[in-house]
């Protein structure tokens, strides 16, 4: 019978081994080697992939801004929630170290999750929808930013942020009850989704720039601290048991 997760008091408080901390560094490591690699993306190209430009029709707003801005306060309020969780853990609970330890997981995911949306930008070029073609028909003459819409950064941020709150409630009682961690987190992936379909509105992104980055985001925010925490012991399938023993901190219950 599953066990439910502990309270962040009572948890134990993974150590810091060298392999995760080589990890870290490789990860923040490929931002910099990317944008140095790949300091502008091709020329750019703009077919659809599936019901891109349907989705557009419906979903544009008639003030593109207004989108904008509500997707950057949306965005913000998820990545606000990570510094939330560990604050109640540290100041309700006294556990700074675990706090400082959810921290660290917060920033090893976003690290990954920054490699894969600066190399997917950086080397894709899909152009954004509000960008209009050169004179000749082609997109080369347009910013790197034009050329940077696959994969969403707002969405894959969003979602990196909505899968790290729920990893954490399920190794840990931060609300308090299973049911209040369970509605947090379906509270949070619903407010990833509205905030990432807002690039869409905003005519900023295309649906599967959005879908994408919310794909690299949760995967992310979800896998990271399983591979981390779980351990050799985990059920994990036995390719992610390799990595998850690798870097593992703790196979006990919480982190």
Same mark, same amino acid.
């Given at each position: ?22 990890l ?66 540290a100041?309700r ?5 675990? #706090?400082? /330890?959810?921290? *660290?997981? @917060? =920033?090893? $995911?976003?690290? &990954?999750? !920054?490699?894969?949306?600066? +190399? ?32 969403s ?25 299973e049911?209040?961690?369970a ?18 509105? #905003?005519? /900023?992104?295309? *649906?599967? @720039? =959005?879908? $994408?980055?919310? &794909?690299? !985001?949760?995967?992310?925010? +979800? ?8 351990g050799?012991?985990?059920?994990l ?19």
């Amino acid at each position: 019978v599953p066990q439910p997760p502990p309270a962040a008091a009572n948890a134990p408080a993974p150590s810091f081994s060298l392999q995760e901390a080589t990890l870290t560094a490789a990860a923040f490591g490929g931002i910099a080697l990317t944008s140095v690699l790949i300091p502008t993306p091709p020329d750019g190209w703009r077919e659809d992939l599936g019901p891109d430009t349907w989705v557009q029709d419906r979903l544009r707003f008639s003030k593109p801004r207004t989108a904008e801005l509500l997707s950057d306060i949306g965005q913000g309020a998820l990545l606000a929630s990570a510094l939330v969780d560990a604050s109640i853990v540290a100041l309700r609970d006294g556990r700074w170290d675990l #706090a400082a /330890r959810m921290a *660290l997981i @917060d =920033v090893q $995911a976003a690290a &990954l999750t !920054g490699v894969v949306v600066m +190399l997917t930008k950086s080397s894709i070029g899909r152009v954004r929808p509000d960008a209009e073609p050169c004179a000749d028909g082609g997109y080369a003459c347009r910013s790197n930013n034009a050329r940077e819409s696959i994969v969403s950064g707002h969405a894959a941020a969003s979602f990196t942020a909505a899968g790290l709150a729920c990893s954490h409630r399920r190794r840990l009682s931060i609300s308090g009850s299973e049911t209040g961690d369970a509605l947090t987190c379906a509270g949070l992936i619903a407010a990833a989704l509205g905030s990432s379909l807002m690039r869409v509105s #905003a005519n /900023r992104h295309w *649906l599967s @720039d =959005v879908v $994408a980055g919310g &794909l690299v !985001g949760l995967s992310s925010g +979800l896998l990271v601290p399983e591979l981390v925490y779980a351990g050799a012991n985990s059920d994990l399938q036995p390719s992610l048991r390799i990595l998850a023993t690798a870097v593992r901190y703790d196979a006990e219950p919480g982190y």
